[in-house]
Nanobody
Framework: QVQLVESGGGLVQAGGSLRLSCVAS????????MGWFRQTLGKDREFVGA????????YYADSVKGRFTISRDNAKNTVYLQMNSLKPEDTAVYTC???????????????????????WGQGTQVTVSS
């Protein structure tokens, strides 16, 4: 079982930027793809993006493509979500997740889903004011 701890959430004005971090512990971080999801009250959890185990491939939801960037530092067991040009509709609790199986890659972003991930962080609130 892997433990995940997010940080970096907060309040930002529309058009601003935030960087979320997620530190993992409990297993070999570099073997597993990592994902970011978000959820607002009353809505289903939404896939934001993911990064392959090697860091060479990234995947994004259409709603964040071109504004958000996922990266990872395997030496620090950390995955990042850089969010630029934030919009009020980006307001949500953001949660990082670790893939269930190692060395997982996908052909395209739309193939990633919650069932690919087996460990979840506690979430961090991001609020974007208009």
């Amino acid at each position: 079982q892997v433990q995940l701890v997010e940080s970096g959430g907060g309040l930002v004005q529309a058009g601003g930027s935030l960087r979320l971090s997620c530190v993992a512990s409990g297993r070999t971080f570099s073997n597993y793809a990592m994902g970011w999801f978000r959820q607002t009250l009353g809505k289903d959890r939404e896939f934001v993006g993911a990064i392959g185990w090697s860091g060479g491939t990234t995947y994004y939801a259409d709603s964040v493509k071109g504004r958000f960037t996922i990266s990872r530092d395997n030496a620090k067991n950390t995955v990042y979500l850089q969010m630029n040009s934030l919009k009020p509709e980006d307001t949500a609790v953001y949660t990082c997740a670790a893939a269930k199986a190692p060395w997982r890659e996908k052909l395209r972003s739309s193939l990633w889903g919650e069932t690919d991930f087996g460990s979840w962080g506690q979430g961090t609130q991001v609020t974007v004011s208009s």
